[in-house]
């Protein structure tokens, strides 16, 4: 995949098609420390230790739309390109984490692309499920909490009204141009 963004989405709908109710979403980045972490952890059904052993061979997949799962084998593969490391935790019935790590500064990394446009994606299908997304560059921060949004708009504003999902972009966008030191 060109942009690592889109195997955060890749990730993120898996949890949604796991039942997750809770996705946390945690982007570190570092050029001190001269790395780039991806976490992305879910309560949703979590995987049995036979899947968990299968999940990063290409030619194995739940999904019943295509017959090869590329998704986290190819994470994997980008990971080790970049000196990286690549760790799947997941335990039935409580969920999954996923952790993907780069060296920064590595010529084959690829970007991470429109987080903005990745979580706006997910944000559709956020039907019965809450998102936190984090994302730290070197010291500063970025929060985006679904459930902070909800709480704000209340019952009678939906958080998919095109309105709000313009706002969201656009706050998400406002808050990552800050996050890397533009005004």
């Not at 030619?59 to 090869?68: A, L, N, Q």
């Not at 500063?140 to 504003?157: H, M, P, Q, S």
Request: aromatic share 8%.
């Amino acid at each position: 995949m060109k942009e690592l963004s889109l195997h955060v989405l890749d990730i993120l709908q898996n949890a949604l098609q796991a039942k997750a109710k809770l996705i946390q979403l945690r982007i570190i980045e570092s050029t001190i420390e001269n790395k780039l972490v991806i976490i992305v952890e879910d309560d949703g059904v979590g995987m049995s230790e036979e899947l968990l052993k299968k999940v990063s061979d290409p030619f194995s997949t739940t999904r019943t739309t295509r017959r090869v799962g590329l998704g986290l084998s190819l994470l994997q593969a980008a990971t080790q390109r970049c000196q990286g490391d690549f760790r799947i935790d997941s335990e039935k019935g409580k969920g999954t984490r996923v952790e993907a790590s780069f060296q920064y500064d590595h010529i084959d990394r690829a970007p991470l692309g429109d987080m903005a446009e990745t979580i706006e994606s997910v944000l559709v299908s956020l039907e019965n499920c809450e998102l936190i997304y984090f994302h730290q560059f070197n010291e500063r921060e970025f929060i985006f909490d679904t459930r902070e949004i909800k709480k704000v708009l209340g019952k009678e504003i939906s958080l998919w009204e095109p309105e709000v999902m313009q706002w969201i972009k656009e706050y998400i966008q406002e808050g990552l141009t800050n996050l890397y030191g533009g005004a």
